[in-house]
């Protein structure tokens, strides 16, 4: 019995593991059509997998990622939230994308911790944290 249940929690671990893991999926075509590229780390540069500029939606699950225009995440940056982007073209990034990277949780406290100085906003790169000049969608 115990080995029976067991096996059963770690079976449902998994399961529960696999499904929190972020990932973000980028197709070819608008509405989710045509050959797809999924991430679930960083992607320095869309050119290595051959899916640079390609991309026409998103279908974005678990994790909030930063999709940029040019590759090692320069460029027109926006940050996509978990759910489903059928078109790209109304951000101005339909065909456009180089780059992507899940924006990790640090804690609740960014805004204030900005403010006491532990975070200048002329940083060019903050792992972690969006830049006050990108757009959330």
């Not at 080995?3 to 608008?30: D, M, P, S």
């Not at 999709?67 to 759910?83: E, I, K, M, Y």
Request: aromatic letters at 14%; proline letters at 3%; charged letters at 30%.
């Amino acid at each position: 019995m115990n080995k029976i249940l067991r096996n059963l929690l770690l079976a449902a671990g998994i399961l529960v593991a696999g499904q929190a893991a972020a990932q973000v999926t980028f197709y070819q075509g608008e509405g989710f059509r045509g050959p797809t590229f999924t991430a679930d780390r960083d992607v320095w540069n869309f050119d290595r997998y051959g899916f640079n500029d390609r991309a026409s939606s998103v279908s974005v699950r678990g994790g909030r990622w930063e999709v940029c225009t040019d590759a090692r995440f320069n460029g027109n940056c926006v940050v996509l939230r978990p759910g489903d982007y059928p078109s790209l073209a109304a951000m101005g990034l339909n065909d456009q994308i180089s780059s992507a990277r899940e924006l990790q949780h640090y804690g609740n406290n960014y805004e204030e911790r900005r403010e006491r100085g532990y975070y200048r906003d002329d940083t060019p790169y903050r792992r972690g944290y969006e830049r006050d000049f990108e757009r959330r969608y």
